[in-house]
């Protein structure tokens, strides 16, 4: 097995060990998340449906009215498990009630806010291209059927294989790229007081030469996943879902130490690498400069003066 394989083997074991001691409080957490995402769910639909608007014009307005209500009250919670999360993997057994750490004052819930919508503004940039090939691809097929003779079925299935690679290329790329926000998360709940534009310069540096790693972590629940939607959502609730979380705080916990543990993560320690920069740049500057010679000559009384 490979470095990196067994890192994430250790990965996995250490969250499994610390699920099996603290598995009523992950379960619970993961599970009030995902019965308040299906609560606030249901409540969409009865209310279309006993407006009846399910063909009206305001059932646009009302379906994102909902899904940002449960955007904006999930995903706080969300990043409260992972803050739950890391400060186990610190040795602090926090209760369940950390996990609504980012509703405990205006303060916290405005950073964790500022940080969802940036976040969620960068996906959007990435999604929407591949968003309107989606939407033109019709356009595509009926300009390769205009283009080609009738008949040409051969030829213009070929050309529209040819496109679906580039496109499932172009959407791996971007993937890999976006891998860079991976560690995003991680650093809003260790440093909130760091700007956005610090905590995704921060989360690129985490994750410089290790987003292929990140992304085979990530390919590897593919089997729980899948295994969990036969069961109807429940293994996501008693297993699934904690098992990822945990194994995401243990990663990105052991790639900080990597990094060289908290103090990566402040300004005045960035500050302090970048004047330590200078420094030995300018050292090494005048090492390079060659001596200037210094020519003397001799008094009439015989003494040695600079000549320059």
């Known amino acids: 097995m490979s470095v990196s394989g067994e890192r994430r083997k250790y990965f996995k074991s250490e969250a499994k060990s610390l699920l099996r001691y603290n598995y009523p409080k992950q379960v619970f957490m993961t599970g009030l998340i995902t019965l308040l995402s299906f609560g606030i769910g249901a409540i969409k639909i009865n209310i279309i449906k006993l407006l009846e608007l399910e063909y009206s014009f305001y059932s646009m307005p009302v379906n994102m009215f909902f899904d940002l209500l ?27 009630g950390g996990m609504f750490y980012y509703f405990s004052s205006g303060a916290n819930l405005s950073d964790c806010y500022k940080f969802i919508t940036a976040m969620s503004a960068r996906f959007i940039m990435f999604i929407l291209p591949f968003m309107l090939f989606g939407i033109i691809s019709p356009v595509i097929r009926e300009s390769a059927e205009l283009i080609f003779p009738i008949g040409a079925i051969t030829e213009i299935d070929i050309t529209m294989l040819c496109v679906c690679v580039i496109y499932l290329t172009a959407l791996f790329i971007c993937f890999i790229i976006f891998m860079r926000y991976f560690a995003a998360v991680f650093v809003f709940v260790k440093n909130p007081c760091l700007t956005v534009k610090d905590i995704i310069q921060k989360s690129a540096k985490i994750m410089k030469k290790k987003k292929f790693e990140s992304l085979k972590l990530i390919l590897s629940f593919s089997v729980w996943i899948l295994i969990s939607h036969y069961f109807a ?76």
């Open 70 to 96: 449960s955007v904006f009250v999930t995903l706080p919670l969300y990043i409260g498990i992972i803050y739950v999360n890391i400060k186990l993997f610190e040795g602090e057994n926090i209760s369940v």
């Open 233 to 308: 959502g429940f293994l996501y609730i008693f297993f699934t879902l904690p098992y990822i979380m945990l194994t995401y705080a243990s990663f990105m916990s052991f790639i900080l130490s990597e990094k060289g543990g908290d103090e990566f993560l402040t300004p005045a320690g960035e500050y302090i690498d970048k004047i330590i920069k200078i420094n030995k740049s300018k050292i090494k500057s005048r090492a390079r400069r060659p001596r200037r010679a210094v020519k003397y000559k001799i008094s009439h009384k015989g003494e040695k003066k600079n000549y320059e």
